[in-house]
């Protein structure tokens, strides 16, 4: 398994371009499943997790030719089964989101349970239940979801939760179903939009996307042809660079992003004491060398603090000045990242789905192990303020969703490398 070797000490300087957003990107390779003519679809991020989508859906049958651009073209006509496995599902819960698309346009789909996740027990719950208020027949053995319908048929379903990829696969298993269904409760997440976005391209009639209610009209079929669509770029991705020029004391102009969908992660870097200026497709952050000031969070649903930023605002508080305190609200075990920080001399105090954050001057480089996405992240950001080399392990999880990051911080001045194994 590779490593990340990173001495800290670098105040990060200069411009990168931000990658497509992940969390669009998975819920539209699968939304490709519903449309009868090909796709091409943009601004797809190069990520273990698009991998592991495009793997599935091959499985499946469906034609997928990657360009130069990394434009992917997606042909979903010849499809042969309807089957997601345990071996591609365990490393991606995301693959979930196959489940609405099959149901809905071939009227069965069997997929492999998703397993427990470092971060929470996340249930899958509110999709199944969404499905069956539409008419499938769900059964649940040997680990598998099984799922029939004969056509699915619109119905107002008023989701308990917020829930992004649950709100996502009934949209999509909305898009072909008969009549109208409308979702309250739904999640706001600008990728949600991405999606209905997306699936309106194909002819698709989605409305309300961004708000709490999503309407979608049933068609017979998603068939207009030739179709490109670009993904968003990635918000959690600007964010985390945005943490990590501003515990660097540095400066940064990211490109290709969308400062709009960044407010509440903008407002705490702001109180952190960093300047920041946007324009509509760029962003950015000057700390002009100061330690940045500790902030408190509280993470929700969008449009509130993104729990995917929840890791990086722990880094940045290990070193910053005073104390903040970090809620976590979305899932139950999102602190996995501190036990590691605390082994580089980060003082913090965790209380149920709280973190108490004291700020230290330096954090002290020690071997850590990364162990979800976000955790990995903060490890990340921790390496480059700490003094020495700090070696972290398990980085695959890193490579499920940032592209080239040892690449991009080196452009930026890091001292980061890559060591494989
Ligand atoms: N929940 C249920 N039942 C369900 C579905 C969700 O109880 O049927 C609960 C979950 O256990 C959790 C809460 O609802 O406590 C919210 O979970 P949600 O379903 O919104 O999460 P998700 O759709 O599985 C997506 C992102 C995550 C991101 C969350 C929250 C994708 C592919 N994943 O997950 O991204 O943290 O929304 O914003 O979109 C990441 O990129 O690192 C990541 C984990």
Same mark, same amino acid.
């Given at each position: 398994?590779?490593?990340?070797?990173?001495?800290?000490?670098?105040?990060?300087?200069?411009?990168?371009?931000?990658?497509?957003?992940?969390?669009?990107?998975?819920?539209?390779?699968?939304?490709?499943?519903?449309?009868?003519?090909?796709?091409?679809?943009?601004?797809?991020?190069?990520?273990?997790?698009?991998?592991?989508?495009?793997?599935?859906?091959?499985?499946?049958?469906?034609?997928?030719?990657?360009?130069?651009?990394?434009?992917?073209?997606?042909?979903?006509?010849?499809?042969?089964?309807?089957?997601?496995?345990?071996?591609?599902?365990?490393?991606?819960?995301?693959?979930?989101?196959?489940?609405?698309?099959?149901?809905?346009?071939?009227?069965?789909?069997?997929?492999?349970?998703?397993?427990?996740?470092?971060?929470?027990?996340?249930?899958?719950?509110?999709?199944?239940?969404?499905?069956?208020?539409?008419?499938?027949?769900? *059964?649940?053995?040997?680990?598998?979801?099984?799922?029939?319908?004969?056509?699915?048929?619109?119905?107002?379903?008023?989701?308990?939760?917020?829930?992004?990829?649950?709100?996502? *696969?009934?949209?999509?298993?909305?898009?072909?179903?008969?009549?109208?269904?409308?979702?309250?409760?739904?999640?706001?997440?600008?990728?949600?939009?991405?999606?209905?976005?997306?699936?309106?391209?194909?002819?698709?009639?989605?409305?309300? $996307?961004?708000?709490?209610?999503?309407?979608?009209?049933?068609?017979?079929?998603?068939?207009?042809?030739?179709?490109?669509? *670009?993904?968003?770029?990635?918000?959690?991705?600007?964010?985390?660079?945005?943490?990590?020029?501003?515990?660097?004391?540095?400066?940064?102009?990211?490109?290709?992003?969308?400062?709009?969908?960044?407010?509440?992660?903008?407002?705490?870097?702001?109180?952190?004491?960093?300047? /920041?200026?946007?324009?509509? *497709?760029? /962003?950015?952050?000057?700390?002009?060398?100061?330690?940045?000031?500790?902030?408190?969070?509280?993470?929700?649903?969008?449009?509130?603090?993104?729990?995917?930023?929840?890791?990086?605002?722990?880094?940045?508080? $290990?070193?910053?000045?005073?104390?903040?305190?970090?809620?976590?609200?979305?899932?139950?075990?999102?602190?996995?990242?501190?036990?590691?920080?605390?082994?580089?001399?980060?003082?913090?105090?965790?209380?149920?789905?709280?973190?108490?954050?004291?700020?230290?001057?330096?954090?002290?480089?020690?071997?850590?192990?990364?162990?979800?996405?976000?955790?990995?992240?903060?490890?990340?950001?921790?390496?480059?303020?700490?003094?020495?080399?700090?070696?972290?392990?398990?980085?695959?999880?890193?490579?499920?969703?940032?592209?080239?990051?040892?690449?991009?911080?080196?452009?930026?001045?890091?001292?980061?490398?890559?060591?494989?194994?």
């Amino acid at each position: 398994m590779d490593k990340l070797h990173i001495t800290g000490g670098k105040p990060l300087c200069g411009e990168l371009r931000i990658s497509g957003a992940k969390n669009a990107a998975l819920p539209i390779l699968a939304g490709a499943l519903l449309s009868e003519a090909p796709v091409t679809i943009g601004n797809v991020p190069h990520l273990h997790d698009i991998t592991t989508t495009m793997e599935l859906l091959g499985r499946m049958g469906v034609q997928l030719v990657v360009d130069e651009k990394l434009n992917i073209e997606v042909d979903s006509s010849s499809i042969q089964n309807f089957y997601a496995p345990y071996e591609l599902v365990k490393t991606m819960r995301a693959s979930i989101l196959v489940l609405g698309p099959l149901l809905s346009r071939f009227g069965r789909a069997e997929v492999s349970l998703p397993g427990g996740c470092a971060i929470g027990t996340r249930p899958v719950n509110l999709h199944l239940q969404g499905l069956a208020a539409m008419g499938a027949d769900i *059964n649940v053995r040997n680990g598998y979801i099984h799922a029939v319908a004969k056509r699915l048929k619109g119905c107002r379903l008023v989701l308990d939760q917020v829930t992004v990829t649950g709100t996502e *696969n009934l949209m999509m298993a909305a898009a072909l179903a008969e009549g109208k269904t409308v979702i309250e409760n739904a999640a706001r997440e600008p990728e949600v939009i991405d999606l209905a976005n997306f699936l309106n391209q194909l002819g698709a009639q989605v409305r309300g $996307a961004g708000t709490g209610i999503l309407e979608i009209e049933g068609v017979e079929s998603l068939d207009r042809p030739g179709r490109h669509y *670009n993904i968003l770029p990635d918000r959690i991705e600007t964010g985390t660079y945005l943490v990590a020029a501003a515990m660097t004391g540095g400066r940064v102009k990211l490109k290709n992003a969308r400062p709009a969908l960044l407010d509440a992660v903008l407002v705490k870097l702001r109180a952190a004491g960093a300047e /920041i200026r946007v324009g509509e *497709n760029w /962003i950015e952050l000057d700390m002009h060398g100061r330690r940045p000031c500790s902030v408190s969070i509280r993470t929700a649903p969008y449009p509130a603090f993104p729990t995917d930023m929840q890791a990086q605002f722990i880094a940045m508080n $290990a070193i910053a000045e005073g104390v903040g305190i970090i809620t976590e609200t979305v899932f139950e075990n999102r602190f996995m990242h501190v036990q590691e920080m605390q082994r580089m001399g980060a003082d913090i105090k965790l209380e149920s789905n709280t973190a108490i954050v004291k700020g230290i001057p330096w954090l002290t480089a020690a071997p850590v192990m990364a162990t979800d996405l976000r955790a990995s992240a903060c490890l990340v950001l921790a390496g480059l303020v700490a003094e020495g080399k700090t070696v972290i392990e398990r980085i695959y999880h890193i490579d499920r969703g940032y592209e080239c990051i040892e690449e991009k911080l080196s452009q930026l001045g890091a001292e980061i490398r890559r060591i494989p194994h």
